[in-house]
C-alpha cells in the first residue's frame, strides 16, 4: 500500500503530528533514535475494537477504544495487541457488521487496480 500512496493519513497521536512512511529494511541504517534509552509518551489511543474483533465478553457485541502508555526503547516502539491495553472504553453497543461484495461495501485492493 505504500506503493500506491496509502490509503489513510499518517499521525501520531493527533491530526497535527502527521507522520512520513516510506519503505525501508529494519535495522539496515541506523536510526535517528536508536541510541536514545527509553522515551515515554504518556496515554495515547492505541485504536478500536470493532464487535467482529472482540477478544472478551466485555467486547462481544461492543465498539470498544483501546488506550496505552508507549515507550520507545533504543528507536523502537512495540505495540501491544488491543486486549493488552491498559485502559478500555465502550464507546456503544454495535452488531457484526457482514462484509461482501454481496453487500456491495468491500472492494478490497480493486480502487487501486493491481497491487505488486
Request: proline letters at 4%; one cysteine or more; glycine letters at 12%.
Amino acid at each position: 500500500m505504500i506503493k500506491k500512496g496509502g490509503r489513510r493519513d499518517v499521525f501520531l497521536g493527533t491530526r497535527e503530528c502527521q507522520g512520513y512512511v516510506e519503505p525501508c529494511v529494519f535495522g539496515e541504517d541506523t536510526g535517528a533514535y536508536d541510541n536514545l534509552d527509553e522515551l515515554g509518551f504518556g496515554l495515547m489511543y492505541h485504536g478500536i475494537t470493532y464487535a467482529d474483533e472482540a477478544y472478551s465478553e466485555e467486547t462481544k457485541n461492543r465498539m470498544t477504544a483501546n488506550f496505552w502508555y508507549p515507550v520507545m526503547k533504543n528507536g523502537v516502539i512495540t505495540f501491544p495487541k488491543p486486549q493488552n491495553c491498559p485502559l478500555h472504553k465502550t464507546l456503544g453497543n454495535m452488531e457484526m457488521k457482514k462484509f461482501g461484495e454481496e453487500y456491495d461495501n468491500f472492494s478490497g485492493l480493486k480502487e487501486f487496480g493491481e497491487v505488486e
